[in-house]
């Protein structure tokens, strides 16, 4: 059982046996069991003295040390997950342009003597249009992509 463990369960009403020999074994469980005492002790009484300084020396250092405790993380790096995110994008953009020409080159090639000029100009033009709006929006969501990344990592530690 961990000292963080022990120390939330001195905090119970109820103290299981495994607590109490955890706290016999271990000097910091120990002294803060009779921190809770004594801080129980001066609650307790009816007319509630003011609190020794050591005792409320004692508290703002554990307040303060649980507070760093659970700082969240600092947010380093975000930059460099995106411009690698980014590097990995552009290594698949020169396959996109050279399945983009193979696909118009092989639709001139079929269709060229069947279709007006005009008419495969307007389907050249909306294919590459979409094209070009389904990698923009690619490379648009990519930060978002990485935010949630680093979120779900986050929350999961």
């Known amino acids: 059982m961990s000292c963080e463990a022990v120390q939330e369960a001195l905090a119970g009403s109820a103290v299981d046996p495994e607590v109490r020999a955890h706290v016999a074994e271990c000097a910091e469980c120990a002294a803060h069991e009779r921190f809770l005492r004594a801080l129980g002790a001066a609650f307790s009484a009816d007319a509630a003295p003011p609190l020794a300084p050591e005792l409320l020396a004692r508290t703002h250092a554990?307040?303060?040390?649980?507070?760093?405790?659970?700082?969240?993380?600092?947010?380093?790096?975000?930059?460099?997950?995106?411009?690698?995110?980014?590097a990995v994008l552009a290594l698949a953009l020169p396959v996109v342009i050279a399945h983009a020409w193979l696909v118009a080159e092989g639709a001139l090639a079929l269709l060229g003597g069947v279709l007006p000029p005009l008419l495969l100009e307007g389907l050249?033009?909306?294919?590459?249009?979409?094209?070009?709006?389904?990698?923009?929006?690619?490379?648009?969501?990519?930060?978002?992509?990485?935010?949630?990344?680093?979120?779900?990592?986050?929350?999961?530690?």
Not at 70 to 82: C, D, I, K, M, Q
Not at 124 to 143: H, I
């Open 62 to 86: 554990r307040a303060a040390r649980a507070l760093r405790a659970h700082a969240p993380a600092p947010t380093r790096g975000l930059l460099r997950e995106v411009v690698a995110a980014l």
């Open 124 to 157: 050249g033009v909306f294919y590459f249009g979409t094209l070009a709006l389904a990698v923009g929006t690619l490379y648009a969501l990519l930060p978002i992509w990485v935010g949630m990344v680093r979120r779900a990592r986050t929350e999961a530690s």
